[in-house]
């Protein structure tokens, strides 16, 4: 049995991924505040953090920057726009305004994981070794990341018409479609 899901407007669906954007964003400079209240707050903290790895810091210091480049490559290669497109034409089944959203919102928020993600590694390295290079040189790659990965509505609008060209089921305009409709519809 196939289930209808709650179809959000395009405006709304949008909005909601900047909201959780401008969320992660901020919680990486929770991270930062975090890390400097554990420096000023905890006596046996600094100099060398809750733990003594030296040598081996290194070795997931080298292992934290794979993974945030790993993370950096799926939010840029892997999770492209023009990838998301391509998905969505190839794929065999009905194609809607609805699923398209779908696949734009869920893209976003796993770009959003991978690039958080970089943040927490600084976090966990400072926690281990106190050295806030590792703090902040991971949390300020993942905040210019965050900038890059910023949804804009003309890219989803391009997505909307590239797939549109198609799928006769998804709007080439939907931002307009849902204001008529809107505008249309009688007043409560």
Request: aromatic share 12%.
């Amino acid at each position: 049995m196939k289930r209808d899901l709650p179809v959000a407007s395009p405006a709304q669906a949008f909005q909601t991924a900047i909201i959780l954007h401008f969320a992660y964003t901020m919680a990486v400079i929770i991270y930062i505040v975090a890390g400097e209240l554990m420096r000023v707050t905890i006596t046996d903290f600094a100099p060398e953090g809750f733990t003594n790895y030296d040598d081996q810091i290194w070795a997931l210091r080298a292992v934290f920057a794979a993974l945030s480049f790993l993370g950096l490559f799926a939010t840029h290669v892997l999770y492209a726009d023009s990838r998301v497109v391509d998905g969505l034409l190839k794929r065999g089944g009905e194609v809607t305004d609805a699923s398209v959203l779908m696949r734009l919102q869920t893209v976003h928020i796993l770009k959003l994981g991978w690039t958080g993600s970089i943040a927490i590694f600084g976090l966990v390295l400072y926690v281990f070794n106190a050295d806030r290079l590792d703090l902040y040189s991971f949390c300020l790659v993942a905040l210019a990341n965050f900038i890059l990965i910023l949804p804009q509505r003309d890219q989803w609008e391009a997505i909307f018409r590239r797939v549109a060209t198609e799928h006769s089921g998804v709007s080439s305009m939907p931002w307009w479609r849902h204001r008529r409709r809107l505008l249309e519809s009688p007043a409560k």
